[in-house]
């Protein structure tokens, strides 16, 4: 087993994407239930955490094609 003494950067950032998609999900079914907040805000701040999880998640797949050593 490898051991390394410090994550890639890609990887802190696929689980920053993955944070923001579980995020997501539980949002839409959460907030407006707990909070008393409208459905059109809680769906705003869903998209809005949706399109964070698929934007780190992207960003981790291009710094991760650039950090792997062409043949």
């Given at each position: 087993?490898?051991?390394?003494?410090?994550?890639?950067?890609?990887?802190?950032?696929?689980?920053?994407?993955?944070?923001?998609?579980?995020?997501?999900?539980?949002?839409?079914?959460?907030?407006?239930?707990?909070?008393?907040?409208?459905t059109?805000?809680?769906?705003?701040?869903?998209?809005?955490?949706?399109?964070?999880?698929?934007?780190?998640?992207?960003?981790?797949?291009?710094?991760?094609?650039?950090?792997?050593?062409?043949?």
């Open positions: 087993m490898l051991v390394r003494k410090y994550p890639q950067p890609w990887n802190r950032t696929m689980s920053i994407g993955m944070f923001f998609l579980v995020a997501g999900a539980l949002s839409l079914r959460f907030l407006a239930r707990i909070s008393g907040m409208s059109d805000l809680a769906d705003g701040l869903s998209g809005l955490f949706y399109g964070l999880a698929i934007g780190c998640m992207l960003l981790s797949l291009r710094m991760r094609g650039r950090n792997t050593p062409r043949p």
